[in-house]
Structure formats: structure tokens, C-alpha cells
């Protein structure tokens, strides 16, 4: 295991400036015990809680992104890393969730539009590199939030006993303070998704004279059991609820934010999380009540 090398003993790993007074443990700052005041420990942080989460442990993290191993790697999990590397990531799912609503609008206009196009992406040689690529950046998404929600949780370790919005121009609403726990449920349901769409059954079909798959078939099976569609349209809520807060806060992630720019970004971002949470809610409900085209 590589050891990190710090620039002089005193000194955060990522800033690169000598830990003040004020940020270490009273009882470490008076001298008393504890760690040395000026000790950085890569391990725990001044309020002795873990930097990073414990499945982020190396071993058991994802190759080459194990933790307290270099100081670039420290760098990629410090705060201001995580956010901007979660706020592009997020920006990128959102532009796939544009793409993959517009292409499943086709339902309404039958099997044929719907086959043709998803036979169309399927049969195309550059869908592999472009899934992998979504994978790499779904993961780097769910990891890097939940590295973040661990240290903010860190910065609290009481929990608030009353939570209600900070007032004023202040952006803390319910959507922003369960981003965590939307994300969870969007996390099991495209484990969910995936496994049923994707690797369900597989009818055969004739596309434009090819043989393909009978997408379409599949999703009306899918959505004529209510069970199945109880669980999209309420993971489709969920999804309309992560967006709300989660594009506004991706651009304040990156640092474009500012007087004129977020109240803008902040309603075009609510515009399309009510935009897309609605255009995917109503597809299992049109095929389950009306039954899709045949
Ligand atoms: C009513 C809503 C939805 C329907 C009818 C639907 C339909 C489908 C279908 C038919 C596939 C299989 C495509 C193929 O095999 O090429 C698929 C794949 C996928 N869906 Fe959805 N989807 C819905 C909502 C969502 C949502 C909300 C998300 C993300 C949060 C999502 C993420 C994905 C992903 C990641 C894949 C795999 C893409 C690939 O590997 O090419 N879907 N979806």
C-alpha cells in the first residue's frame, strides 16, 4: 500500500494550509489529549469521525478508487471533488432521462414506431461503449453522493431534532434534504428496471424486414399487472422529486450560480422535473387503462 505523503505535518491534505485552532478538537487544540494539534490523521477527521465511508475502505471500493492511497486520490474524494464530479455526473443522467423519455413517448404511437426505434439502438455498434459509458457515470454518480451525504452527515453528529426550511432565499425544502433517499429508491429501481426491460423475455419480431426483438410486447405484458405499474408510477414520482432539487443544485455544484442565474436555473429545473417524473408516470397508466395499440 502506498503511504501518503503529506507537504509538513500541520497541513490539510487537500488545501494544502495549515489546520487552524478552530478546527480541531477543543481538548486537541488545549493540548490536553487526543491527537497532536498540529497531527493530520487521513483516517478520521478533527471530530474523530471516519473521512469516508467505510465501504469505500480500500479493498472494498471500486478498483483504482480506493481512498487515503495518494493525495490526487484524496483530492477526487475531498468535498469540492465530490460535488463537482456529482453535479456532472447528475447533468449527464438528466440529458439520458430526456433521451430515453423521448424515445419511450413512441409507445403511444404503437409497436411499430416503438420497435423500429428501439431496434434501431439496439442493432447500432456505438449502443455498447455508450452503456458502459452510462454505467461508469451512474456509479461515479451513486458513489460520489453517498461519499458526500456521509462527511455532510459527518459535520452533524446529532441529528436535528425539528427540521423545517431555513426561510427567506434559503433553497432547504423536503426534496433537497431526501436527495439520499430518493436516489436509493431511483438506485433499486433501475437495478429493478434494467433486469425486467432489458433482460426480460425476449419476443421475436420482424422489423423492417430484420429480425429484432418485440420491445413493445414486453412492455404491455409488463404494464398490464398492477402491481407493476403501482411500482413505476411511484418510482416515476420519486424520479420527479429527485430532479426538482438535484438540476438546480448540480448547476450550484459546478459554481454557476449568482443572482440572475439561479432563480432561473431553479425553475427551469422544477419545469423539468415536472416534465419528465410526468412523462414517465403516464405510460404505464395509459397501457394499463387503455391498453396500448396493437
Ligand atoms: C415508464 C417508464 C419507462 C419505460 C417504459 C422504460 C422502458 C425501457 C425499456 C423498454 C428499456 C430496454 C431498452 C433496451 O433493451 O434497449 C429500458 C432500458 C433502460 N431504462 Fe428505462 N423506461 C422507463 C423509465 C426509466 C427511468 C425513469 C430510468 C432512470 C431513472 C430508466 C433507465 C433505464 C436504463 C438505464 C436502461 C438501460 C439502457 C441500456 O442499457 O441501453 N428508465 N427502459
Redesign the pocket.
Known sequence: MKQTVYPAKGFTATTKRRITRNEMPREAAAGLHGPRPDAYNPERDNRGLPRVPPFLKPGTGVPGLEIDMAPRTQWLFSTVATKVLVGLTGLSLVG??CV?LAG?LL?YFGPAAFNAY?HA??SNPF?IPL?LG?LAIFVTHVLQAATNWWSDRGARPVAYQVKRGAGGRSRKSVASSTMIWTGSV?FV??AV??AT??YGAWYPATIHGEDGRD?YR??REVFQHPAWVAF?VA??AV?GFHLWHGFSSAFESLGLSGPRVTPRVVAFGKVLAVLVGAG?FF??LYIFFLGGRS
Open positions: 439520458f432521462l430515453h419511450n409507445l428501439s439502438l439496439i449502443v452503456e452510462l431511483m429501481f433501475v428496471h434494467i426491460m432489458k420491445l414486453l412492455v413505476y418510482c416515476m424520479v414517465f405510460i404505464p
